[in-house]
């Protein structure tokens, strides 16, 4: 095998060695990373991330340990080829974006090159060809205070990637952005891997991020506690491949609930939290725990097992899972009923599941509402509408025949909605029932 493209070993970093603030920062560090990768480190703030990517990208020096790049370790470098690596050998991306105020976003992407001696002109194609590949272009004579911060962390990669390097490094690149803006930060760092081929190393601590990485590296108060690679799609798809293949095939029916909903109700816990309740939720929708055991692992400690959730969040979960799972069995019902009689009104199961979407709902809604209400339930169950257009209409103003629920309302009933009912919408997803 080729030789990675980097490799770290015994790295030991302290801050304010010998200090009372002495901070050991980065202990032990041993890892190789091959050309072409993408790599996530994840790991709780302060665990050394940060400190870690600098080491790498030789800003920040470990006073033990090596690092090699292309087989060669970089404390021999000489001060002019360390330069050269850090000019043209990694380009990093940094959270807070590190744009120079006083300069255009044009002539902050062209600083790099400016650096290597590249000619003014040449410069300003580069950039604005870097500026148009990241959606920007129209912005390259503005200040960076003049744009939101999506823009500004797309100038962010603009740069890091103006000279060209082989590897991308980049620190929480979505911590200050909004869904719509990661979304399309991490479209591009996999963009740069998949099809540019470039070498990938993020820092997160949101599980979420972690999407695209084809190595995930578990870092905790300065370690790398496991490395996982081709990590399965989900808890349950690992667990159904290795011990449930003889089940029928609506399984990937109640994986893919259990890791909406695991994602819907631990938003923003830990990865390996999230993981661990999707487990357990897989069990409990293919009734292999019942729920008296399921409420009981939420608030275990996680060193025991459990979730670790406080416990009036696990007694609310606990109860939530319930009442989805007896409102897919309300559905269940209705897929029966529409197979002997499609033109059956559906009226009880509809009224039901109405008054569940509503519960946490404290306004009133007049009878019309509810007429309408129903309507679209009874449409969506019968797969006439869709999910988005479910929710639209619950959005819509009442002047534009919708329901007139804000935005947040009509998206939290939508995806209530969504959980108890199957995408393909024709088969009940709870198996063994
Ligand atoms: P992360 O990026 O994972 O949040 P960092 O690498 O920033 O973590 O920090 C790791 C540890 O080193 C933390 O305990 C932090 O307080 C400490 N630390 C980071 N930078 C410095 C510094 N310049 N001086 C002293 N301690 C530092
Ligand atoms: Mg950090």
Redesign the pocket.
């Known amino acids: 095998m080729a030789q990675p493209i980097i490799k770290l070993e015994n790295l030991n970093l302290w801050y304010d060695k010998g200090k009372p603030s002495e901070v050991w920062a980065l202990k032990n560090i041993n890892m190789e990373i091959n050309k072409g990768e993408y790599v996530a480190f994840f790991g709780p703030?302060g665990c050394g991330?940060?400190t870690l990517l600098y080491t790498i990208s030789g800003i920040d020096q470990a006073q033990e340990g090596k690092i090699f790049i292309n087989g060669r370790d970089i404390s021999n470098f000489s001060k002019k080829e360390l330069a050269i690596y850090r000019q043209v050998g990694i380009g990093i991306v940094f959270?807070q974006f590190n744009l120079i105020p006083s300069l255009t976003v044009l002539n902050n992407v062209a600083l790099p090159m400016a650096f290597l001696g590249i000619s003014q002109e040449k410069r300003t194609i580069e950039a604005l060809n870097l500026l148009d590949r990241l959606g920007i272009k129209d912005f390259a004579e503005r200040y960076p205070y003049e744009l939101s911060g999506g823009q500004q962390q797309r100038v962010g990669i603009a740069r890091a990637l103006a000279n060209n390097p082989p590897i991308i490094v980049a620190?929480?690149p979505l911590g200050n952005l909004d869904s719509v803006n990661a979304e399309k930060v991490l479209e591009f760092l996999k963009e740069l891997n998949e099809k540019d081929g470039r070498t990938i190393i993020m820092?997160t601590h949101e599980a979420w991020s972690l999407r695209d990485a084809k190595k995930i590296l578990y870092m905790k108060d300065g370690q790398i506690l496991k490395s996982e690679e081709s990590k399965p799609r989900t808890v349950a798809e690992a667990v159904s491949k290795h011990f449930y293949k003889e089940l029928s095939p609506q399984l990937s029916q109640i994986e893919i609930a259990a890791q909406a909903l695991s994602n819907l109700l631990l938003r923003g816990y830990s990865a390996e939290e999230i993981k661990r309740f999707e487990f357990f939720l897989f069990q409990r929708f293919s009734d292999k725990i019942d729920a008296d055991t399921f409420r009981r692992v939420l608030d275990r400690p996680y060193q025991d097992g459990g979730i670790g959730l406080w416990k009036q969040k696990a007694a609310k979960i606990g109860q939530y899972v319930e009442e989805i799972i007896a409102e897919r069995k309300t559905v269940e019902d209705v897929y029966k009923e529409l197979e002997k009689n499609p033109e059956s009104p559906l009226a009880d199961e509809i009224e039901k599941i109405r008054l569940w979407l509503l519960q946490e709902y404290h306004g009133k809604i007049s009878e019309l509402q509810k007429i309408q209400f129903n309507e679209i339930i009874s449409e969506r169950l019968r797969s006439i509408i869709s999910g988005e257009q479910f929710e639209k209409v619950l959005s819509l103003s009442k002047a534009k025949f919708g329901i007139g629920f804000s935005f947040r309302t009509a998206q939290r009933m939508s995806e209530k909605f969504e959980s108890i009912i199957n995408k393909n919408g024709n088969q009940i997803a709870i198996a063994n029932k």
């Open positions: 703030s991330k940060t959270q620190d929480e820092v």
